[in-house]
C-alpha cells in the first residue's frame, strides 16, 4: 500500500467576532463551519489541514468574483444544519457548510433544509481541487449562474473503510454544541 504524505498546513488563526448578522450582498457566499472546525479539530478525517480547506474554498469563490463571508454554527454538528444556517445568513442565499472531518455541501436558503445545490459527502475523497472546486461553484450560484456539478470522486469502500474514525469524530464533535445563533468568525490563513 502506498501512502501519500498530507499536504502542507497553512496555519489557520479562527476567531469570533460576535453574533452572524444577515447579509445584504447579492453576491455573498457564507461559509459555515461545524463547532470544532478549526478550533478542536485542525485536519479532515484524512488529515487535510483546516488552513488549506478554507484557503481552497476561499479561492474559488475569490476566482470568481464573489465576496465571502465566514460563520461557525455551534447548534448543531449536523451538516444540512450548519450549510442552512448559511444559506438563510447569506445576502445571495448560498452557503457552503464544511463539518470538521471534511463532509461537505452547497446550500440554498429557499431549498428544504434536507435538500441542497451540491453534497459532497466522501470525506475522505474531498482533495483539495476539489475545495477550490466546490468554491467556485458556490460562487457561480450567488452569482445567479447554473454551473455543472462539480466533479467527485465515488469509493464504494470509503464508507466500510472510514466508518468508524467517521463516527469517533463526530461523536467528538457533538461536545462543542452549545445553543445559540451562529456567530461570525475572522479568519486568519498562513502561508
Known amino acids: 500500500m502506498t501512502t501519500t504524505a498530507p499536504p502542507p498546513a497553512h496555519a489557520l488563526d479562527v476567531s469570533e467576532r460576535g453574533p452572524a448578522a444577515q447579509g445584504s450582498r447579492h453576491?455573498?457566499?457564507v461559509v459555515?463551519?461545524?463547532p470544532a472546525f478549526g478550533g478542536f479539530f485542525t485536519r479532515t478525517i484524512v488529515d487535510v489541514p483546516h488552513g488549506s480547506v478554507l484557503r481552497e474554498l476561499?479561492?474559488?469563490?475569490e476566482e470568481e468574483g464573489a465576496s465571502l463571508?465566514?460563520?461557525?454554527?455551534?447548534?448543531s454538528a449536523d451538516l444540512a444544519i450548519v450549510a442552512f444556517a448559511g444559506a438563510k445568513l447569506s445576502g445571495s442565499g448560498i452557503g457552503v457548510g464544511v463539518l470538521s472531518r471534511g463532509t461537505t455541501v452547497i446550500h440554498q436558503r429557499d431549498l428544504p433544509r434536507l435538500s441542497n445545490l451540491e453534497l459532497f459527502p466522501q470525506a475522505p475523497l474531498l482533495d483539495l481541487e476539489t475545495f477550490r472546486a466546490i468554491g467556485r461553484n458556490a460562487a457561480r450560484y450567488a452569482k445567479g449562474e447554473t454551473p455543472q456539478p462539480v466533479p467527485v470522486r465515488n469509493d464504494f469502500m470509503a464508507r466500510p473503510r472510514w466508518q468508524a474514525k467517521a463516527a469517533l469524530l463526530h461523536n467528538k464533535e457533538m461536545e462543542f454544541v452549545r445553543s445559540g445563533k451562529p456567530v461570525e468568525l475572522e479568519v486568519a490563513i498562513g502561508r
Request: aromatic share 6%; proline share 0%.
Open 32 to 34: 459555515a463551519l461545524s
Open 69 to 75: 463571508r465566514v460563520i461557525r454554527v455551534t447548534h
Open 27 to 29: 453576491d455573498e457566499v
Open 58 to 61: 476561499f479561492a474559488g469563490i
